[in-house]
């Protein structure tokens, strides 16, 4: 039915080198006016690649682009934004110092005899969220409303200044359901005028919800495009992934936890997270569960010495220790993958091989460098186990994909051997395939006899492999679920209870 | 590992090339060296021995840099050394006692620096700004506000005698950027400091004490300016609080910046900053032999340095790899700038 209109946007045969390598190779795409159309992969497959051919943002290799079934070839954002693509990114790029109607009017502000008139301009502005179910006072700073909002906003813009099609690229990621109802509200009243919205994310429950049609990419080749109505979760997993993945289920009996290796006595600080005592036996994986901010990431951060506790003790093996700083803490053989990969995590402009061996190297100290002969070998080992895809180890790091990134931190740390390891969020942000790696790592690193602690957002995940799970609730830990009690709805109840169930 | 070296400082080596053939051009005996009175003697030789104090800073300025941090008090340092290096030898001390003396004062400085960066937080723009204005001060205070002159045979030495008919400074600046890549290159040093240059949060994450390292930088920074202080002081016989080493600091940054250092900090290179204060000595060679008028020297200087630096920007850079990808008939590269209505599938293989 939808393919006797005429399409809005049609990519044809489109191609893009790097430097040697192949990112995209004939890709095909074609939008059509009113549909939802997900753009989904791996990382690494190709979606952003496509997105900034598309935009002009990268100067495409080979291929046409047609809008409304004339060719077109934009220099930049900026000339296919007036030629009628918008784009909106995950993290909203706009100005959050500004007033919203700023924002929604800038580089095109109503003017009154060469000045901008403000009152105009607001009320423009509110006419025009109105139009999204959002009724909130333009005039006051974007900074003062909620991620959700901005997002809209941002929408708002890339409509007002496009109109044709829009590009979402993980709109979703920074969401809670709330917002992304929201979202998709605002989605279909576009589509019900005619729009042709492209969406790209690695939720796939939210792209059956919302999308009508869906390309799948992998290794810069389309693999199919489906429409979502004949086809099932697993037949677009399938088609991401080219394999089967296998229900992540619960083992029946792992092994039997061993000794006694870090036990927390009244452990805590104060604004961060409440007093908690913990002890960590070998060969478990304690998982972390909660909502935002209620103390996962906390709990990682003052055991690992990020933040150093202000009350309470420590004990490593019977012997008391004090966590104050990451150094002293890798020194005592803890690790931790943090959260913000971004930030916190990868040293960009090293290569893959210095920031595979940056904790080692740090543990051994500046005056006894590791030979070269013994980086090659501990950062050949690690590639090969954990499967990390890259051209070449010396490349710097912030060009690989989010999973790379991810196992390259795990690497990091496996190459210090680690007794405890903290893992904080730890499939956040990467692919389906390189998901099961890292879950599969995990269980790995358990039976051959690590202390884990894992932190995490996907309960089906904790409960895959988390030998204890602590849930936590408002920064405290309300109850610990073991065994036969660790499924997710009983973690949702203890997070949704909070201490009535502890 | 020499190969890649090599590419690094290529434009410096090219920028250096010609800046040198300007100099054969306005003073065709650019080039010409002799061996007299057991020195060598030519405006190559100057071009050296001159830019030793310059070369020197760009060592530490370089480190300092590459953690994102920047320090401007290396001038004043080199006034509070020269200082002190006079201050010891009048006062009847000899000259290796004046040297240590000078260093020890440098590191002091450097440590100052230091902690105001590393543990207390200051910005390095500022906190090394306290030390550029009071630094000044305190030289005076110890050269009692005149120019304190002196004629002691081995520090002079370190600033005007020769080594094996070289002139010492150049001996001086080769032997510590020798050093200094060594150390920082031999150890994990350059790792750790371009790792904390590139993302200090995660660096400490991942272990690093990042403090020690940034401590560590600013004192090598002011070691590097303390020998450059003894030499000026040497060179003209006399400690001037007032104008040793006076707005030097900016000439040590250009050379860091010429020579392709971030100051966003990172991944650095310490022979490409000494390239890039020899590029700024050569620059000085060629108005000087010029015979232009001296008010023209500062224009003069600034536009030879625009040009530089516009060579050298990402967008020329850029520029000049697709001027060469398309000379070239590598088939991904031609496909880089190809027409795009190219036949893609013919000429993929």
Same mark, same amino acid.
């Given at each position: 039915?939808?393919?006797?209109?005429?399409?809005?946007?049609?990519?044809?045969?489109?191609?893009?080198?790097?430097?040697?390598?192949?990112? *995209?190779?004939?890709?095909?795409?074609?939008?059509?006016?009113?549909?939802?159309?997900?753009?989904?992969?791996?990382?690494?497959?190709?979606?952003?690649?496509?997105?900034?051919?598309?935009?002009?943002?990268? +100067?495409?290799?080979?291929?046409?682009?047609?809008?409304?079934?004339?060719?077109?070839?934009?220099?930049?954002?900026?000339?296919?934004?007036?030629?009628?693509?918008?784009?909106?990114?995950?993290?909203?790029?706009?100005?959050?110092?500004? #007033?919203?109607?700023?924002?929604?009017?800038?580089?095109?502000?109503?003017?009154?005899?060469?000045?901008?008139?403000?009152?105009?301009?607001?009320?423009?502005?509110?006419?025009?969220?109105?139009?999204?179910?959002?009724?909130?006072?333009?005039?006051?700073?974007?900074?003062?409303?909620?991620?959700?909002?901005?997002?809209?906003?941002?929408?708002?813009?890339?409509?007002?200044?496009?109109?044709?099609?829009?590009?979402?690229?993980?709109? #979703?990621?920074?969401?809670?359901?709330?917002?992304?109802?929201?979202?998709?509200?605002?989605?279909?009243?576009?589509?019900?005028?005619?729009?042709?919205?492209?969406?790209?994310? +690695?939720?796939?429950?939210?792209?059956?919800?919302?999308?009508?049609?869906?390309?799948?990419?992998?290794?810069?080749?389309?693999?199919?495009?489906?429409?979502?109505?004949?086809? #099932?979760?697993?037949?677009?997993?399938?088609?991401?992934?080219?394999?089967?993945?296998?229900?992540?289920?619960?083992?029946?009996?792992?092994?039997?936890?061993?000794?006694?290796?870090?036990?927390?006595?009244?452990?805590?600080?104060?604004?961060?997270?409440?007093?908690?005592?913990?002890?960590?036996?070998?060969?478990?994986?304690?998982?972390?569960?909660?909502?935002?901010?209620?103390?996962?990431?906390?709990?990682?951060?003052?055991?690992?010495?990020?933040?150093?506790?202000?009350?309470?003790?420590?004990?490593?093996?019977?012997?008391?220790?004090?966590?104050?700083?990451?150094?002293?803490?890798?020194?005592?053989?803890?690790?931790?993958?943090?959260?913000?990969?971004?930030?916190?995590?990868?040293?960009?402009?090293?290569?893959?091989?210095?920031?595979?061996?940056?904790?080692?190297?740090?543990?051994?100290?500046?005056?006894?460098?590791?030979?070269?002969?013994?980086?090659?070998?501990?950062?050949?080992?690690?590639?090969?186990?954990?499967?990390?895809?890259?051209?070449?180890?010396?490349?710097?790091?912030?060009?690989?994909?989010?999973?790379?990134?991810?196992?390259?931190?795990?690497?990091?740390?496996?190459?210090?051997?680690?007794?405890?390891?903290?893992?904080?969020?730890?499939?956040?942000?990467?692919?389906?395939?390189?998901?099961?790696?890292?879950?599969?790592?995990?269980?790995?690193?358990?039976?051959?006899?690590?202390?884990?602690?894992?932190?995490?957002?996907?309960?089906?995940?904790?409960?895959?492999?988390?030998?204890?799970?602590?849930?936590?609730?408002?920064?405290?830990?309300?109850?610990?679920?073991?065994?036969?009690?660790?499924?997710?709805?009983?973690?949702?109840?203890?997070?949704?209870?909070?201490?009535?169930?502890? | 590992?020499?190969?890649?070296?090599?590419?690094?400082?290529?434009?410096?080596?090219?920028?250096?090339?010609?800046?040198?053939?300007?100099?054969?051009?306005?003073?065709?005996?650019?080039?010409?060296?002799?061996?007299?009175?057991?020195?060598?003697?030519?405006?190559?030789?100057?071009?050296?021995?001159?830019?030793?104090?310059?070369?020197? *800073?760009?060592?530490?300025?370089?480190?300092?840099?590459?953690?994102?941090?920047?320090?401007?008090?290396?001038?004043?340092?080199?006034?509070? $050394?020269? $200082?002190? $290096?006079?201050?010891?030898?009048?006062?009847?001390?000899?000259?290796? #006692?004046? *040297?240590?003396?000078?260093?020890?004062?440098?590191?002091?400085?450097?440590?100052?620096?230091?902690?105001?960066?590393?543990?207390?937080?200051?910005?390095?723009?500022?906190?090394?700004?306290?030390?550029?204005?009071?630094?000044?001060?305190?030289?005076?205070?110890?050269?009692?506000?005149?120019?304190?002159?002196?004629?002691?045979?081995?520090?002079?030495?370190?600033?005007?005698?020769?080594?094996?008919?070289?002139?010492?400074?150049?001996?001086?600046?080769?032997?510590?950027?020798?050093?200094?890549?060594?150390?920082?290159?031999?150890?994990?040093?350059?790792?750790?400091?371009?790792?904390?240059?590139?993302?200090?949060?995660?660096?400490?994450?991942?272990?690093?004490?990042?403090?020690?390292?940034?401590?560590?930088?600013?004192?090598?920074?002011?070691?590097?300016?303390?020998?450059?202080?003894?030499?000026?002081?040497?060179?003209?016989?006399?400690?001037?609080?007032?104008?040793?080493? *006076?707005?030097?600091?900016?000439?040590?940054?250009?050379?860091?910046?010429?020579?392709?250092?971030?100051?966003?900090?990172?991944?650095?290179?310490?022979?490409?900053?000494?390239?890039?204060?020899?590029?700024?000595?050569?620059?000085?060679?060629?108005?000087?032999?010029?015979?232009?008028?001296?008010?023209?020297?500062?224009?003069?200087?600034?536009?030879?340095?625009?040009?530089?630096?516009?060579?050298?920007?990402?967008?020329?850079?850029?520029?000049?790899?697709?001027?060469?990808?398309?000379?070239?008939?590598?088939?991904?590269?031609? +496909?880089?700038?190809?027409?795009?209505?190219?036949?893609?599938?013919?000429?993929?293989?």
């Amino acid at each position: 039915m939808t393919e006797t209109r005429k399409p809005a946007l049609r990519a044809t045969a489109i191609d893009k080198f790097f430097a040697g390598a192949i990112a *995209l190779d004939q890709v095909d795409l074609t939008l059509y006016p009113g549909e939802v159309h997900a753009l989904l992969g791996e990382n690494g497959a190709g979606k952003s690649t496509l997105i900034k051919c598309i935009t002009g943002a990268y +100067h495409r290799d080979g291929g046409t682009i047609e809008l409304d079934g004339s060719p077109i070839d934009p220099r930049g954002p900026v000339e296919s934004q007036a030629l009628g693509i918008g784009t909106v990114y995950q993290e909203v790029n706009l100005l959050e110092n500004m #007033t919203v109607a700023d924002n929604l009017f800038l580089g095109w502000q109503p003017m009154r005899a060469g000045m901008v008139d403000r009152r105009r301009m607001n009320r423009r502005a509110a006419e025009i969220l109105a139009g999204y179910g959002l009724h909130i006072d333009p005039s006051l700073l974007l900074s003062s409303y909620s991620i959700a909002i901005q997002q809209v906003v941002a929408i708002a813009r890339a409509v007002e200044l496009s109109g044709k099609v829009l590009i979402l690229d993980e709109p #979703t990621a920074s969401l809670d359901r709330e917002e992304i109802d929201l979202l998709f509200s605002v989605v279909r009243e576009l589509t019900a005028r005619g729009m042709a919205v492209v969406f790209i994310t +690695h939720f796939l429950d939210q792209v059956f919800e919302i999308s009508d049609r869906a390309t799948v990419l992998r290794n810069g080749r389309v693999v199919g495009t489906r429409k979502l109505a004949d086809v #099932t979760q697993g037949d677009i997993v399938e088609l991401m992934l080219g394999r089967h993945l296998e229900a992540t289920k619960r083992k029946s009996q792992q092994t039997e936890p061993g000794d006694a290796i870090l036990s927390l006595k009244d452990f805590g600080k104060r604004g961060m997270i409440d007093p908690f005592d913990l002890d960590l036996r070998q060969g478990e994986v304690v998982g972390l569960a909660g909502l935002l901010g209620s103390g996962r990431t906390e709990t990682c951060k003052v055991i690992f010495g990020v933040v150093s506790a202000d009350r309470g003790s420590a004990q490593l093996r019977g012997t008391p220790v004090r966590l104050s700083s990451p150094r002293t803490a890798l020194e005592h053989r803890l690790g931790l993958c943090p959260e913000d990969r971004k930030t916190d995590g990868i040293v960009g402009d090293l290569s893959v091989r210095e920031n595979i061996i940056l904790s080692l190297q740090a543990r051994q100290g500046w005056t006894r460098p590791l030979s070269r002969s013994r980086i090659n070998a501990i950062v050949d080992e690690y590639v090969k186990a954990l499967d990390i895809r890259l051209a070449s180890p010396d490349m710097p790091i912030r060009l690989l994909s989010g999973g790379n990134q991810q196992k390259a931190l795990l690497a990091r740390w496996l190459a210090t051997e680690p007794d405890i390891l903290i893992l904080d969020e730890p499939t956040r942000g990467i692919d389906v395939g390189a998901h099961a790696e890292i879950i599969q790592l995990i269980e790995r690193l358990c039976a051959q006899g690590m202390a884990l602690i894992v932190a995490s957002s996907e309960m089906e995940e904790l409960v895959a492999y988390s030998t204890r799970v602590i849930v936590l609730r408002d920064r405290r830990q309300v109850r610990e679920l073991q065994g036969d009690e660790i499924t997710t709805d009983r973690i949702v109840k203890s997070i949704s209870q909070g201490e009535s169930a502890a | 590992m020499i190969g890649a070296t090599f590419r690094r400082i290529t434009p410096q080596l090219i920028i250096l090339g010609i800046v040198l053939l300007l100099n054969f051009l306005v003073f065709p005996g650019f080039f010409s060296i002799e061996f007299q009175n057991g020195r060598l003697f030519g405006n190559l030789i100057d071009v050296l021995n001159r830019g030793a104090p310059v070369a020197l *800073l760009s060592i530490g300025m370089t480190l300092v840099i590459a953690t994102k941090g920047i320090d401007l008090s290396v001038g004043a340092v080199m006034a509070i $050394a020269g $200082a002190v $290096a006079a201050s010891v030898v009048t006062g009847g001390g000899g000259w290796f #006692t004046a *040297l240590i003396a000078a260093l020890a004062a440098g590191l002091l400085c450097g440590l100052w620096n230091g902690v105001l960066v590393a543990f207390l937080r200051v910005q390095p723009i500022v906190a090394t700004l306290v030390l550029m204005v009071a630094g000044r001060g305190v030289a005076q205070l110890i050269t009692e506000g005149k120019i304190m002159t002196f004629l002691n045979e081995g520090l002079i030495f370190l600033g005007a005698g020769t080594i094996l008919g070289l002139p010492t400074p150049i001996i001086i600046w080769l032997a510590m950027g020798t050093l200094v890549t060594f150390v920082v290159r031999r150890t994990a040093l350059g790792m750790l400091i371009e790792a904390i240059g590139i993302n200090e949060t995660a660096s400490r994450l991942a272990g690093i004490n990042s403090r020690v390292l940034l401590l560590a930088v600013y004192l090598i920074s002011g070691v590097c300016a303390a020998t450059a202080g003894v030499i000026v002081a040497a060179d003209i016989k006399g400690a001037d609080a007032n104008n040793a080493g *006076l707005w030097m600091e900016l000439d040590a940054i250009l050379a860091v910046v010429i020579g392709g250092n971030s100051l966003l900090g990172g991944r650095f290179s310490i022979v490409a900053s000494l390239l890039g204060a020899l590029i700024i000595q050569s620059v000085n060679s060629v108005i000087l032999l010029s015979g232009m008028p001296p008010e023209f020297n500062l224009v003069i200087k600034a536009l030879i340095i625009i040009v530089i630096l516009v060579i050298q920007s990402p967008t020329v850079k850029h520029a000049l790899y697709l001027l060469r990808a398309s000379a070239g008939s590598a088939v991904p590269e031609a +496909h880089a700038v190809g027409p795009r209505n190219s036949p893609a599938k013919e000429t993929r293989s």
